[in-house]
């Protein structure tokens, strides 16, 4: 089936430092996703992009749609001790249902004050 | 604003008892997924729902069952609750039209004994 590999799988930064993360897959995809989690909380949907080569913005979060649309970045300006979680990325299964999403293994987020 | 609820954050049930866990969104969403959620293995799909009464087998259905009576709720429930099923548990739904922005539940962590 699809994978999603997502790199690095964590990252320690200091507080004020530019984060990159990025998603790749074998598979075409034509919706990539961005979702971030607390500690003992549920995902929470940051970014959803539909275009490849489009470029979202969120607040300090960016994301990219790759033009190969096999790949998606999510970049963080200025980090700050709140962005520490775990950020997901995920895309629409090809083939079966639509409905069902593929994520990946998620990038392990530290801030250090 | 999305509201996903989960009836418990936390959960400790005894192997043998059958366990019901409540996912409720008031938003009129079509689409309901159960997730489970474990260190090294992502979330996967134990099953989702498109529509009252209909649902649809994920990737690891083996040892549940869903129910879903009303649009706004989708029951997961532990036929016989097994120590290999302690994990987060977590509830999502799309809005229609969007099946691929899926908003989670706050999750419910689930000890099995």
């Known amino acids: 089936g699809q994978q999603l590999n997502q790199s690095p799988q964590s990252m320690f930064i200091q507080e004020g430092e530019d984060v990159s993360m990025n998603c790749t897959s074998s598979s075409i995809f034509n919706t990539w996703l961005w979702y971030k989690q607390d500690p003992g909380e549920g995902p929470v949907l940051l970014i959803a992009l539909y ?35 775990i ?26 004050p | 604003d999305v509201k996903v609820t989960q009836s418990s954050r936390y959960l400790v049930k005894r192997t043998g008892e059958k366990v019901f866990l409540e996912c409720v969104q008031d938003m009129d969403h079509e689409n309901m997924f159960w997730y489970r959620q474990d260190p090294g293995l992502g979330l996967r799909l134990i099953y989702f729902s498109y529509d009252v009464k209909m649902k649809e087998k994920g990737d690891i259905p083996e040892g549940y069952s869903v129910s879903r ?29 969007q099946a691929y922005e899926q908003y989670f539940g706050p999750g419910t962590r689930l000890t099995v004994t």
Do not use: H, W
């Open chain 1, 51 to 85: 275009k490849a080569g489009e470029l979202t913005s969120n607040g300090r979060l960016t994301a990219q749609f790759g033009i190969t649309r096999k790949d998606s970045f999510l970049n963080i300006s200025a980090s700050i001790p709140s962005d520490v979680g």
């Open chain 1, 87 to 112: 950020y997901f990325c995920a895309g629409p299964n090809s083939g079966g249902s639509n409905y069902k999403l593929t994520f990946g293994k998620g990038t392990l987020l530290t801030v250090n």
């Open chain 2, 69 to 97: 009576e009303k649009k706004e709720r989708f029951s997961l429930i532990l036929e016989s609750a097994s120590t290999n099923q302690t994990s987060m548990y977590l509830c999502a739904s799309t809005y229609p039209g």
